[in-house]
């Protein structure tokens, strides 16, 4: 039995007040607990005796065996909780949760050990007593209990190494398994206590851990669960069973009993299709997805029976969860699957249901009656919140977490600058925008790139969003000639219905289908897109009346109009309507004077599709929206005004100097800074300063020169938010933990970049003018580059190395310090920063030509660096070369720089990176610096033509890798699949370009002498290795 003084501490804890009492017994619980090894392992043996002691089956025992003294203790300290729970023994079930989580905490984060070398942990006696307690306690009567204690021994039984309880984990007790097993392989399938306490434990146990069990384990595992699934056991067994082999299922590696047995496995879940119980169903529809996406295989003679019980799954819509598993398995089909395992028959058994599977998709997009009822609330709480908004702007703005395009963009594709400049894709800006909790939304695809922007649904992956991704999604599998034919009639059906939710839902349908029904549907749009224009205008104010129209209907119709914008270029560029982008564009700009806050949102964020799509064909236009997007400055808050300031920076981008055209400048930069000034005097680190920063850098290198104007008050604001931010956390006393507090300075310092590369030979005078910053500019670019969040380093190397290319004079005063630490971030553990510093470096010695005593003294270390990188030392790396996306890259045009400065510099190591330095030439794109690695490249190779010989066992190799190298010169740019342009199929090879003649000179000469010091055995072994197509590209073009 538990003491009294455990006993009383556990009531304590468990009730706040008085307050003075339940602080007290926070204060004892933790003394306990630290003060000794064996006060540790008491408390813990106290608590889980609490936890057993506390089940209706042992509440009795537990009264009975209680000493007369400890029970006399513990009424005379807390009377009234005694009472209670010997009136009533339900009370006892959550006093014995709390001495369960008590234990919990106490388990899996020990305190120091007072040594303060190592933490608590039990060991001993105790803990078997405690093992034994806890396995007693997965057969309470009480569901509580058994979680509590199921969590407990999952929790610590699989924690990775170091294990917080060693002596409880999977390793250090080995009758664990064996007695979890021996509780499912009983005769009864009635799903008895112990036997759900089991499953509970192995399911949250492969949750947590799957990998901390051992193949012998999971093959005793297998057929237990497989017995389990049987139609007669009860549904508290089938459901974990299906859970857990579920997880078993999504592992690398396959039990092999399951390999062995899975014909079971599809057979029990067949079986249990029918189940009256639409849990059960459910995990059969999750399992038969599982399957699908990890071990398709499998399901390839059996899709067609499964394919139609998750069609009759997707039709469930009275059951919205059942129906949402049954749309996940077209999603996966049509987005997961690796190409080489869905055979034709497999896509011929789907595209078979497509008739009856569109329309019950169709169906699935309208909001269901809950949905609607909280939207039409929500929009008259926004009704009279942008009222509220309107009387008092000031109250309107509100913190918001800003997504970065930057960030965006990683998503999209690798950090991979090819070779040509610095990464500037800070990954870590916060993703997040939660300005509101039902603002959230990120779209059918999770992402703000191709799904709608469904706030009504915030974070949550609906039926709804499933839907349209699956609809969108088997749209680019099967494409219009399949889809469309079930699609159609439904379609003009919902578009022509008087039914706003119906209506709403085709025109999402219609978006969904934009991309995998493109070709097809270019002859409808003639008439839906009016169709669309007419719903977005819908949203505005007509004579002063109020709107009265679903917000909703407008949005998403902005939303589709978005997806549709490559065809309304399309029209514009061949003529057929040329008028129709001014036309998109000024129902747009109507709209985003809307005060529904919804609509400004869905507005901005199509208006910005339609921008990348149009380019610089929006420039005659752009007056008529800046005039439109200005005002909206001072009018928009929250994740309005976060979309509208990326929609300045996406025209900036997409439109060019158009821009920065006669007085634009003059409509948008005021309000611009204006909005910046105001914000940062509230707060220098609010988060609307962030796309606001990386807008207004856009703005600055696509104006060039037309932004000086306002160039000396960016720099200015600039630094001012840098110092501001480090000048809070020098205040304070803290350090940036959290890369999300390094947003402002990163963003801050891509504006400063940004300014370099606008103004370029001019940022001198700009910093000369800068009264407040100009004298301290290096020092701060210095610290950026030595800070301790990567993402700033990253910036701050990006900084530097445009420096060097624009205004290299600035820079030499700083020099030493500048590559100092470059070297220092050469460090490819942090991919981004690694690549920018080698880069940086690159661009530092260019300014160096001439005068090569300026790198003398960094030579060796920076030789020591980028070798290590080219002979493949990078993280993860295989084979020769990097891994990282643009590392291999600018490294070898880094180096090549470097040999170009002063051969003697890199010539004495030659043979050791030679292979790799070609591999990294190769993959140059940038021109200019594909030249210069290649200039630098002959000057080191003539340094140490022995090292063509010394840099493999076979100098045939060694030659042929810088073949190859040279052959990348002649690659059409179009090409995307580099050898097999090489090794078959039409001649393809383009001449040597005609602006690089003296480098292909250079070239040509270095391949004779090439030739001549290898001898012509060597020369004859590696052109019978070539490939025809190479051989005739050396004939004709280089004579050899």
């Not at 933490?119 to 806890?134: H, V």
């Not at 200039?935 to 890798?961: E, M």
């Amino acid at each position: 039995p538990p003491s009294g003084q455990a006993l009383h501490l556990i009531s304590a804890l468990s009730n706040p007040e008085p307050a003075a009492v339940h602080v007290q017994a926070l204060r004892a619980r933790d003394e306990a607990l630290s003060a000794s090894a064996a006060s540790y392992n008491e408390l813990c043996r106290q608590l889980a005796y609490c936890l057993a002691g506390c089940d209706p089956t042992s509440q009795l025992l537990l009264w009975q065996r209680i000493p007369a003294a400890e029970l006399e203790s513990w009424r005379q300290q807390d009377p009234h909780t005694v009472a209670r729970l010997q009136q009533d023994g339900n009370l006892l079930v959550p006093f014995g949760q709390m001495a369960g989580l008590v234990l919990k905490n106490a388990l899996v984060r020990p305190p120091l050990r007072p040594d303060g070398q190592s933490y608590m942990a039990l060991e001993g006696p105790p803990a078997e007593m405690i093992k034994e307690t806890l396995l007693y306690t997965l057969g309470a009567q009480s569901l509580a209990l058994r979680a509590v204690a199921s969590s407990v021994i999952a929790v610590t039984a699989v924690s990775p190494p170091p294990h917080v309880q060693p002596a409880l984990h999977l390793r250090q007790w080995p009758e664990l398994v064996p007695t979890l097993l021996e509780s499912l392989q009983s005769a009864h399938l009635d799903g008895s206590p112990r036997q759900q306490g089991a499953l509970a434990t192995i399911q949250k146990m492969m949750e947590d851990g799957p990998t901390q069990f051992d193949a012998e384990a999971l093959d005793h595992l297998v057929p237990c669960l497989l017995r389990l699934l049987s139609p007669a056991a009860h549904e508290s067994a089938q459901l974990p069973a299906l859970q857990i082999l579920a997880t078993c299922v999504a592992l690398k590696s396959l039990p092999g009993a399951l390999i062995l047995h899975f014909s079971s496995y599809l057979s029990a879940l067949s079986a249990l299709a029918p189940s009256p119980s639409v849990a059960v169903r459910t995990w059969v529809a999750k399992s038969l997805v599982s399957l699908l996406h990890y071990r398709t295989e499998y399901l390839q003679d059996h899709l067609e029976s499964v394919a139609r019980f998750l069609l009759d799954c997707t039709a469930q819509t009275q059951s919205v969860e059942l129906a949402l598993e049954g749309t996940e398995f077209w999603l996966t089909f049509g987005t997961s699957l690796d190409e080489a395992v869905v055979t034709p028959p497999m896509m011929d058994t789907i595209r078979a249901l497509l008739p009856q599977l569109v329309p019950y998709l169709l169906r699935n997009m309208v909001y269901q009656d809950d949905q609607r009822q909280e939207i039409l609330a929500r929009n008259e709480m926004d009704r009279q919140e942008d009222q509220n908004n309107n009387n008092n702007s000031n109250d309107a703005m509100k913190p918001v977490f800003h997504r970065s395009r930057a960030a965006q963009q990683s998503q999209q594709q690798p950090s991979n600058n090819g070779g040509g400049g610095a990464n500037t894709t800070n990954s870590n800006i916060d993703t997040d925008d939660d300005d509101d909790d039902d603002d959230d939304g990120d779209g059918y695809e999770q992402d703000d790139e191709n799904g709608f922007d469904d706030d009504d649904d915030g974070n949550e992956w609906t039926l709804r969003k499933c839907s349209a991704a699956s609809l969108d999604a088997l749209a680019n599998l099967y494409g219009g000639d399949d889809i469309l034919p079930a699609l159609l009639p439904e379609l003009e059906r919902g578009l022509a219905s008087t039914d706003p939710w119906i209506q709403e839902a085709s025109i999402l349908a219609l978006g969904a289908i934009a991309e995998g029904c493109a070709d097809e549907m270019e002859q409808h749009m003639n008439q839906l897109h009016p169709y669309l224009l007419n719903n977005l205008n819908a949203a505005t104010v007509q004579n002063n009346t109020p709107n009265t129209a679903l917000p909703q209907v407008s949005c998403i119709a902005a939303w589709t109009l978005g997806r549709y914008a490559p065809w309304a270029v399309e029209e514009v560029q061949t003529g057929r309507q040329g008028h129709l982008l001014a036309q998109v564009t000024e129902v747009f700009l109507r709209t985003l004077s809307s005060q529904n806050r919804r609509v400004q949102v869905a507005s901005c964020s199509a208006f910005g599709h339609v921008v990348d799509a149009a380019g610089d064909l929006m420039a005659p236009y752009l007056e008529n929206v800046f005039q439109a997007l200005a005002p909206a400055l001072s009018a928009y808050h929250g994740r309005s005004l976060v979309l509208l300031l990326q929609l300045f920076g996406n025209i900036a981008d997409c439109c060019g100097p158009a821009i920065a055209e006669e007085m634009l400048p003059v409509i948008y930069m005021p309000p611009i800074l204006q909005l910046w000034n105001k914000l940062a005097t509230e707060n220098p680190e609010h988060r609307t300063l962030l796309p606001l920063m990386e807008s207004v850098a856009s703005i600055a290198m696509t104006s060039g020169m037309s932004f000086q104007p306002y160039a000396l008050e960016c720099f200015d604001n600039a630094m001012a938010i840098i110092e501001a931010v480090q000048l809070v956390l020098t205040t304070s006393g803290e350090t940036i933990e959290n890369e999300e507090d390094a947003d402002p300075i990163v963003c801050a310092a891509d504006l400063l970049d940004g300014l370099v590369e606008g103004t370029t030979n001019n940022f001198p005078s700009l910093l000369a003018s800068s009264q407040r910053y100009g004298q301290h500019f290096f020092s701060v670019v210095h610290s950026l580059c030595k800070h301790e969040i990567s993402g700033v380093r990253m910036s701050g190397l990006a900084l530097v190395g445009d420096l060097a290319k624009n205004c290299p004079s600035l820079l030499e005063p700083a020099l030493p310090q500048i590559l100092q630490v470059c070297v220092q971030n050469m460090d490819p553990i942090q991919p981004t920063v690694c690549t920018n510093a080698v880069w940086a470096t690159g661009e530092i010695c260019v300014r160096c030509q001439g005068n090569p005593k300026l790198l003398e003294p960094f030579a060796p270390t920076l030789m020591q660096n980028l070798v290590a990188i080219l002979m493949g030392n990078g993280v993860g790396s295989g084979g020769r070369g990097s891994d990282i996306p643009g590392l291999a890259e600018n490294a070898a045009a880094t180096v090549g720089r470097l040999g170009k400065l002063d051969p003697n510099f890199v010539a004495n190591d030659l043979s050791r990176f030679l292979m790799g330095w070609c591999d990294g030439l190769a993959k140059i794109n940038d021109p200019t610096e594909k030249h210069d690695g290649f200039q630098g490249f002959i000057k080191v190779l003539y340094a140490n033509p022995r090292s063509i010989q010394h840099a493999t066992v076979n100098a045939a190799d060694a030659v042929a890798s810088i073949l190859f190298a040279i052959i990348t010169w002649h690659l059409p740019e179009n090409i995307l699949d580099r050898s097999s342009a090489l090794l078959s199929g039409e001649y393809s090879f383009h001449p040597f370009p005609s602006s690089e003649y003296e480098l292909g000179a250079s070239i040509k000469g270095m391949i004779r002498d090439m030739k001549s010091f290898v001898g012509e055995d060597v020369w004859h072994s590696v052109v019978k290795g070539l490939p025809v197509n190479v051989r005739r590209l050396l004939r004709e073009h280089y004579e050899i």
